[in-house]
T-cell receptor, first 116, second 115 residues
Framework: NAGVTQTPKFRILKIGQSMTLQCTQD?????MYWYRQDPGMGLKLIYY???????DKGEVPNGYNVSRSTTEDFPLRLELAAPSQTSVYFC???????????????FGDGTRLSIL | AQTVTQSQPEMSVQEAETVTLSCTYD???????LFWYKQPPSRQMILVIR??????QNATENRFSVNFQKAAKSFSLKISDSQLGDTAMYFC????????????FGTGTSLTVIP
């Protein structure tokens, strides 16, 4: 199983540019998440989705947009890149019910994004 | 809002010794989960251990165990027989059990195991 796949792994943007971070999962999870991790900090939730067509804001949504047209894909869009958005971005997915599964959320490997 | 506090930015331990990482949280929820995640330099997020708030018994996973004090809202991680591979950032995380199952992470503790 591929699990949660994020692309690209690294990207450098100029201020004002836009880009989309891709995330796809092959585990048929209902829930998907986007986090950002600033240097020396924990992960903060940007947006999440509980199913196709449904998205909601997390702790730090400003400057980002998401969509969820399919169960598998949850892209994150930066419209006008700013230096404050320099961070490592993680996508994650999970089942809606936290059962005996050892993994409450499955994480991708992250995308390191620098905005100069 | 939920907050998770890790008051030890950095810690070190001698190989084979025991170390305890601290975590406190603030919530008004009664149904929630707590986790410890390990993040090595590879950036992977690796689940170390989980604790359901309704369970009084402290969780254990091999060399890893927790001290869960619900009334004090404390959730510390004990690593026994520390190994060089335990060197990593450790994050405490809180998840309230609701639609979305959002996670709230602490700022992390950087643990170095010294040979």
């Amino acid at each position: 199983n591929a699990g949660v796949t994020q692309t690209p792994k690294f990207r450098i943007l100029k201020i004002g540019q836009s880009m989309t971070l891709q995330c796809t999962q092959d585990m048929n999870h209902n829930y998907m998440y986007w986090y950002r991790q600033d240097p020396g900090m924990g992960l903060k939730l940007i947006y999440y989705s509980v199913g196709a067509g449904i998205t909601d804001k997390g702790e730090v949504p400003n400057g980002y947009n998401v969509s969820r047209s399919t169960t598998e894909d949850f892209p994150l869009r930066l419209e006008l890149a700013a230096p404050s958005q320099t961070s490592v971005y993680f996508c994650a997915s999970s089942y809606s019910v936290l059962g005996g599964s050892n993994q409450p959320q499955h994480f991708g490997d992250g995308t390191r994004l620098s905005i100069l | 809002a939920q907050t998770v506090t890790q008051s030890q930015p950095e810690m070190s331990v001698q190989e084979a010794e025991t170390v305890t990482l601290s975590c406190t949280y603030d919530t008004s929820e009664s149904n929630y989960y707590l986790f410890w995640y390990k993040q090595p330099p590879s950036r992977q997020m690796i689940l170390v251990i989980r604790q359901e708030a309704y369970k009084q018994q402290n969780a254990t996973e091999n060399r890893f165990s927790v001290n869960f004090q619900k009334a004090a809202k404390s959730f510390s991680l004990k690593i026994s027989d520390s190994q060089l591979g335990d060197t990593a950032m450790y994050f405490c995380a809180f998840m309230k059990h609701n639609t979305g199952n959002q996670f709230y992470f602490g700022t992390g503790t950087s643990l170095t195991v010294i040979p």
